[in-house]
Nanobody, 127 residues
Framework: QLQLVESGGALVQPGGSLRLSCKIS????????IGWFRQAPGKEREGLSC????????NYGGSVKGRFTISRDNAKNTVYLQMNSLNAEDTGVYYC????????????????????WGQGTQVTVSS
């Protein structure tokens, strides 16, 4: 059974950096997409970034473009989200999620397109 487990969340000061990990285990398709999402208190779940396993193409949401970088390590079955220049608005629970391959050129960041979710990891940006 496919399972996603996030880790790496922490309390960090404004301007700091964190790297989140999404460990994939179990059975999954040869080609798939992993997305990172964030849910802040009182807000809807926001799509941050996604990466395709077929060609490593990536996509980013406007609020994180230029600050966050998604990557994958196939040998470790892990997808990472490197987060730099963090600010208070980045506070929230971060989730990784699994989807099949998108027919569009780039993977998409709509939560409804993802089938399986991890349990989330808390990121708090505060001084």
């Amino acid at each position: 059974q496919l399972q996603l487990v996030e880790s790496g969340g922490a309390l960090v000061q404004p301007g700091g950096s964190l790297r989140l990990s999404c460990k994939i285990s179990g059975e999954y398709l040869e080609y798939f997409t992993i997305g990172w999402f964030r849910q802040a208190p009182g807000k809807e779940r926001e799509g941050l970034s996604c990466i395709s396993s077929s060609d490593s193409s990536t996509n980013y949401g406007g609020s994180v473009k230029g600050r966050f970088t998604i990557s994958r390590d196939n040998a470790k079955n892990t997808v990472y989200l490197q987060m730099n220049s963090l600010n208070a608005e980045d506070t929230g629970v971060y989730y990784c999620a699994y989807a099949g391959i998108f027919v569009s050129d780039l993977c998409l960041l709509s939560a409804d397109d993802y089938d399986l979710w991890g349990q989330g990891t808390q990121v708090t940006v505060s001084s």
